[in-house]
Structures are given as C-alpha cells and as structure tokens.
C-alpha cells in the first residue's frame, strides 16, 4: 500500500492564487520529499525536510512537516500558469533504506492563466 | 551538464517478447534507481545499485524482471515474457550515494521509456 497519500487527488486554481496539497504517511520518517512531474520537464525534486524540521522555504514554496500528525503540506504562492503538473510526496521510512523513497498518487494542479 | 538519459523514449512490443531499457545516469552519481509508473499512479520502487554492492532487488514484481549496472554506469533493466500488465513508464534516476538516515538523497529522474505490450 501507498505510504503517502496526498490530497486533494486534483486542484484547480486561478494564476496569482496559492496551491496548497497535504501528504499523509503511516509509519515514522527520516525525511519527506516533493517531486514535481510535468510532461516537459518529467520528474524534478522540489524541495527536502527532515524529520526534526518543521519548516522549509525555497522561492514560493514553502513545506511544512507535522511529525505527530503524520502530514506535511506544500504551499506554492502566486501560481503561475507554468506551475501546472502533478506533485509527489515521497518519503524515507525510519529504520528503513535510507535511499528508498516511497511516493503517493500525487495531486494534479492546474493552474489556469 | 548533462542529466539522466534513457532509451528508448517510447516501446511497444507484443505480449511474451523480451525487452530491454537502458539507463544513463549522471557521471559521478553512484547511486542509480529504477521505477515504474502505471497510468495515474504514483512511482513503485523496483531495484537499487549502489558502487560495487549487491543490488536491492526487493522491488522487483517477478522474476521476469532483473536489471544489471556495467561498470557501475550504465544501467539496463531487461523484462522477458511481457505481459499487458507491465506497460507502464519506467523511470530511472540517479543521485550521490545518500547520506546517513536523515541526509537524504535528492535523486535526479530521467524522461522515462513509455512501454506499451499489446
């Protein structure tokens, strides 16, 4: 079973709003990542928390990590038309692989110009 | 510089033929990963090389999958027997050999092969 699952499974917003998407996990973590897949650049890493962080900016993305909730969000602020693809949480399971990730389904974002 | 390449882009084969995917992987990474994606899925981990040591094979679905890394570069992930069920993309990506437990490891993706078995 998927170790991630983010929500929701698709979201549709207006260029110049943000985009927020949830990723829940069952079991402990190292760390979480979020991957980024579109048809023109296929899959690209976003963006890493640990698990003793709680939060982590780059450009207008901004990660939020909930250990005790088991989720994590990604915002990206002031979508762009360019921001449309899909996003993947990926996680490394505590006492596991440390270079096994486990990805959920994804969100599809569209983002409308 | 350059990124992980991989071909073919697309394949399409008839059910029970053998087929073989090739990754390149960035000069210098020693850690290289194949996945697999179904339509509407997310990623499925199938196989880890990292340097010289035994691969971690524990994600492959059955034994009509093995890959192999030459030279610890270049990657080929091989299906014999293809049934309709293995058509999916399969990604392939590399990284620097990941650091402790909480390090992580960015892994940097290919553009995938698209294989359809009719």
């Known amino acids: 079973s998927q170790q991630g699952e983010e929500d929701p499974q698709a979201l549709s917003i207006q260029e110049g709003e943000n985009a927020t998407m949830n990723c829940s996990y069952k079991?402990?973590?190292?760390?979480l990542q979020w991957y980024r897949q579109n048809s023109g650049r296929g899959l690209v890493h976003l963006i890493l928390?640990?698990?003793?962080?709680r939060e982590k900016h780059s450009g207008r993305l901004r990660v939020t990590l909930d250990t005790s909730k088991k989720s994590s969000s990604l915002l990206i602020t002031a979508s762009r038309a360019a921001d449309t693809a899909s996003y993947f949480c990926?996680?490394?399971?505590?006492?596991?692989?440390?270079?096994?990730?486990?990805f959920g389904k994804g969100t599809l974002l569209t983002v409308n110009p | 510089g350059a990124g992980v390449s991989q071909s073919p882009s697309n394949k399409v084969t008839e059910k029970g033929k053998d087929v073989e995917l090739r990754c390149d992987p960035i000069?210098?990474?020693?850690?290289l990963y194949w996945y697999r994606q179904s339509l509407g899925q997310g990623l499925e981990f199938l196989i880890y090389?990292?340097?010289?040591?035994?691969?971690?094979k524990s994600g492959l679905p059955s034994d009509r999958f093995s890959a192999e890394r030459t030279g610890g570069s270049v990657s080929t992930l091989t299906i014999q027997r293809t049934q309709q069920e293995d058509s999916a993309v399969y990604l392939c990506?590399?990284?620097?050999?990941?650091?402790?437990?909480?390090?992580?490891?960015?892994?940097?993706f290919g553009p995938g092969t698209r294989l359809t078995v009719l």
């Open positions: 090389f990292q340097g010289n040591s035994a691969p971690d």
């Open positions: 990506a590399s990284s620097r050999r990941p650091r402790g437990q909480v390090g992580g490891n960015e892994q940097f």
């Open positions: 928390i640990r698990s003793n962080e």
């Open positions: 000069s210098g990474h020693t850690a």
């Open positions: 079991t402990s973590i190292n760390n």
């Open positions: 990926a996680t490394v399971l505590r006492g596991g692989s440390n270079y096994k990730l486990t």
